[in-house]
């Protein structure tokens, strides 16, 4: 789960990081008491929506020349007029694609005098089975570009579940940034309450871009990302409570209602799987034969008639889906089950698109038996290179 900045930036002040101060709003007509509410005189209007680039994104019914989702201030009247620019209008930026995100809310924020902009992030090491801080002095900037082009610029550290943050640790960090004087001082406090908040509030991503020294050697969180273990969200719901459902795809959040693993893709072929790894290959198998998934979907090794039911009614409402690949392996899941499913959803919501099924495993006879027996549109595959060819001739 994801939540906006200026979320985030709450949740890490109230662990004690320091961050400037700004209001939310929703309507234009919020911005001008919103402005004056702070120090001033330079503000910064944020478009928040869950995705990056904001700042060189553009907005599309503003045109080319339009500035972008981050827009700087020198008066409360220039702050106004930005947020009724921005409110209500399509972001596109490099990480929402061509189809953008509406802008609905912004954070008006005090502006701050930048002496040096950082990079820093917290995430799972996999490779090492530890929290690690990954930091960079090249701030504010593209960081898989800079990973690519220059690696040595930025440098990991692990952090001993144990012990968390230690002296060391944070004295690593602020030699990895260069920090002296005041700035090191407070990278000593800060390292070590980013980390307490990564790891209390069970989040999967915490990412500062920037991290600034401001003039007079302070730092300051001046963007902050976060996002969460959903598997752990039933220990937080102060953080649940702060889910913006408008961010989410629309079957996206339906499937999480059934404890579906479904994530929307680009592509024009559905697909309904049990196991992610059967559900990958799938999907490059698709790929392989010249066309696109729509999805990733994966019901689970144990799905109910009920759950098979949901999967295929939110793989059939995208409208990009020209057809659908159910491919299952019957272990713990029940072929007559995922049959049943099927059978029961397509009667539901009829069947306007090719429909191919695979099924081996696990009570397959069954499973062939109620799909055949159905007197639907379903063709049969005998395996999953069979089933992949079907189903990309059958939309041309």
Request: charged share 25%.
């Amino acid at each position: 789960m994801n939540i906006h900045e200026y979320q985030a930036k709450q949740v890490l002040k109230s662990y004690g990081a320091p961050v400037a101060e700004g209001v939310a709003i929703t309507e234009a007509s919020q911005a001008e008491a919103a402005a004056r509410q702070l120090p001033g005189p330079l503000y910064v209007v944020k478009s928040q929506i869950h995705a990056g680039g904001r700042g060189k994104g553009k907005f599309r019914e503003l045109g080319p020349d339009a500035k972008g989702g981050v827009r700087l201030a020198k008066s409360v009247e220039e702050a106004v007029s930005h947020a009724k620019e921005m409110l209500g209008n399509t972001l596109v930026t490099a990480q929402t694609g061509e189809a953008g995100k509406q802008v609905n809310r912004l954070y008006i924020e005090d502006g701050a005098d930048i002496d040096r902009e950082l990079y820093l992030s917290l995430l799972v090491d996999r490779s090492v089975g530890k929290v690690a801080f990954v930091v960079s002095t090249e701030g504010g900037m593209d960081i898989e570009a800079v990973a690519h082009d220059t690696p040595e610029k930025i440098h990991t550290i692990a952090i001993d579940p144990e012990t968390g943050v230690t002296q060391a640790d944070a004295e690593k960090i602020c030699q990895a940034y260069g920090l002296s004087g005041t700035a090191r001082e407070d990278g000593l406090k800060l390292f070590p309450i980013l980390y307490k908040a990564f790891s209390e509030k069970d989040m999967s991503l915490l990412e500062v871009n920037p991290l600034i020294v401001m003039t007079d050697g302070h730092l300051r969180v001046l963007d902050a990302k976060c996002s969460f273990d959903g598997n752990a969200l039933f220990r937080h719901d102060d953080m649940k409570a702060l889910r913006d459902e408008t961010e989410e795809d629309a079957k996206e959040i339906e499937a999480s209602k059934w404890d579906l693993a479904y994530v929307a893709l680009d592509g024009n072929i559905g697909c309904m799987v049990n196991g992610a790894g059967l559900a990958m290959a799938t999907m490059d198998i698709i790929k392989l034969y010249g066309k696109e998934p729509a999805n990733f979907c994966d019901v689970g090794g144990g799905a109910s008639k009920e759950k098979v039911a949901a999967a295929f009614k939110i793989i059939t409402a995208d409208p990009k889906v020209q057809g659908i690949l159910v491919n299952i392996f019957g272990g713990i899941m029940k072929c007559d089950v995922i049959a049943e499913g099927v059978v029961a959803a397509v009667k539901e919501v009829g069947l306007k698109v090719p429909l191919v099924v695979r099924l081996e495993g696990t009570n397959v006879d069954a499973g062939k038996r109620i799909l055949n027996e159905s007197g639907l549109a379903i063709t049969a595959a005998d395996d999953l290179d069979d089933a992949a060819k079907k189903i990309v001739a059958a939309i041309g």
